[in-house]
């Protein structure tokens, strides 16, 4: 049966003493694209978890034309037709795609459904336009490919709803393009969505009605074509936010960082970084644009320490660093800010204090011998927690009950406080809202301006954009060109993110 309205209506949920979830409503009608805005920790991924099966709701009801219904599990909520499209794929990399579809497929025969399933794909891929090869392994496609293959795998299951989280964060700009158009379609069909994500001008361009949650309630709610992207951001803080920000015009200082054909290797040993060269000057900001896994972590664990290069150079102010630890890098002056934060930039476990000095803890400022000084400690966390504005409870809060934006406050914050010589920042705002990403770009503008070299990577382009000097492109690990951000466009970098080089005169 045809989802023809979904209402879910008055639901809370709380973890302990934390109301994730406080009396939220909201409805869907069939073949509706509804957005859902929110900063991080407004409740967003808590309320879609429940709507899918993953929590109970403590209070509250969810209707399906009209009837009641309660989810004890995802199954439960495919079979009422509402499927999930996660934010990082859930597929085997080394299954084919019909592999992976059969996998999740009720109707898939006992033996051989690889061949049902290919069919049955071939034809949903006719359908909406979601072109993709039923026999290609998981690891040859890209993210885009990637993506229609969850897709595809949601409708077969007989998804009449489709939840997305965060569909485009990592996609090129044609790929997300590729992305709407089929989502279009499927609205046209009938089909209801609800489109989760950071970026205003999607949702703007993409959904029909827009929720806006805040610290775990309903904010506002209106019509996409009734809202702009200043109200949008308003009602997901609670304040104003300054779109564009000023990029001084700044003179480029010597050179800090120089690569040179540089090749690293992957966890599968092949090159994942090619023979790549460039350098980044004081006073300036270089952009790394790529699709997730074209070599940008091996190159920035190459930089940092943290991977052995298989050949070229790294020079910090004219030293050598080829292949030394990561602990000689920080020592050096390079700081790091990591693509996976809770990974590699915190211990979770740990108090606020003692993650602010964290690659620092050996320095005289916060050590005597063998002894830690926690009152410099405590003091030098304290300068941070008020400086970058740091929502914590107090300096004993374990940093894994910060929210994503105050964790990545707390990790700029600390691999700045040393005025390092070069600052690496792998998506520094990846997957926060737009306060925290307005806070992040502001900081590091004004750590350029102070005369550091910052090598930004970032799949976002309207981030490179608006930060970089300029932007180096890499695809499958070769750099593909250097182009000054004031000569190039988003389509130009899209197409070279994508592996092609623009037309003569496009670029330069």
């Known amino acids: 049966m045809r989802i023809q309205s979904l209402e879910m209506s008055g639901i809370s949920k709380a973890f302990g003493a934390v109301q994730a979830n406080r009396g939220i409503s909201l409805r869907l009608s069939g073949g509706e694209v509804l957005g859902l805005l929110g900063e991080n920790g407004a409740g967003k991924t808590t309320l879609m978890k429940i709507l899918y099966g993953l929590l109970p709701a403590d209070e509250g009801t969810i209707r399906i034309n009209g009837e009641p219904v309660r989810f004890h599990s995802p199954r439960d909520a495919i079979a009422r037709g509402i499927g999930m499209v996660h934010q990082h794929f859930m597929l085997v990399q080394n299954h084919t795609v019909a592999e992976n579809v059969a996998l999740g497929f009720p109707e898939a025969p006992f033996f051989f459904p690889a061949r049902e399933v290919a069919r049955r794909i071939q034809e949903f891929s006719r359908r909406y336009g979601l072109a993709v090869n039923p026999r290609a392994r998981i690891w040859q496609l890209s993210a885009g490919e990637q993506q229609r293959v969850e897709i595809i795998k949601a409708l077969l299951a007989g998804a009449d709803l489709l939840i997305l989280d965060e569909p485009t964060s990592v996609l090129t700009p044609r790929e997300a393009e ?71 015009s700044l003179e480029p200082g010597p050179v800090v960082l120089e690569v040179e054909n540089l090749t690293v290797a992957g966890d599968r040993k092949a090159a994942a970084v090619r023979g790549v060269s460039f350098r980044v000057h004081r006073n300036e900001i270089l952009g790394i644009a790529g699709v997730s896994g074209n ?26 660093v080829t292949g030394a630890s990561a602990r000689v890098t920080a020592s050096k002056g390079i700081a790091h800010v990591p693509e996976e934060r809770i990974r590699f930039g915190i211990v979770p476990n740990l108090f606020v204090y003692e993650n602010s000095v964290l690659k620092q803890h050996r320095s005289r400022l916060f050590s005597r011998g063998m002894f830690l000084n926690y009152g410099s400690i405590r003091a030098h966390a304290a300068r941070l927690v008020k400086d970058f504005s740091i929502a914590a409870p107090s300096l004993n809060t374990p940093v894994r009950a910060l929210s994503g934006g105050n964790i990545q406050k707390l990790i700029l914050g600390r691999e700045i406080s040393g005025e390092p010589a070069l600052l690496v920042a792998a998506h520094p705002t990846y997957g926060l809202d737009v306060g925290a990403t307005e806070y992040i770009r502001r900081q590091l503008l004004e750590l350029r301006e102070r005369g550091t070299a910052l090598l930004l990577v970032s799949e976002d382009l309207e981030e490179i954009f608006e930060l970089a000097d300029r932007v180096a492109v890499l695809f499958n690990g070769r750099l593909m060109g250097i182009v000054p951000t004031a000569e190039a466009t988003m389509e130009q970098i899209g197409l070279m993110m994508a592996g092609i080089f623009p037309a003569e005169g496009d670029a330069s």
């Open 178 to 248: 590729e992305l709407f158009a089929v989502l279009r379609r499927m609205s046209t069909e009938g089909h209801s969505l609800i489109f989760i994500s950071h970026k205003l001008e999607e949702i703007l361009s993409i959904c029909d009605r827009v929720v806006v949650l805040r610290r775990g309630e309903v904010a506002g709610a209106a019509a996409a074509r009734e809202m702009d992207k200043r109200e949008l951001a308003r009602l997901m803080v609670g304040r104003e936010i300054i779109f564009n920000l000023s990029r001084k």
């Open 295 to 320: 070599g940008q972590r091996e190159l920035v664990e190459a930089i940092t320490g943290l991977r052995r290069p298989a050949g070229g150079s790294v020079r910090l102010n004219g030293e050598d």
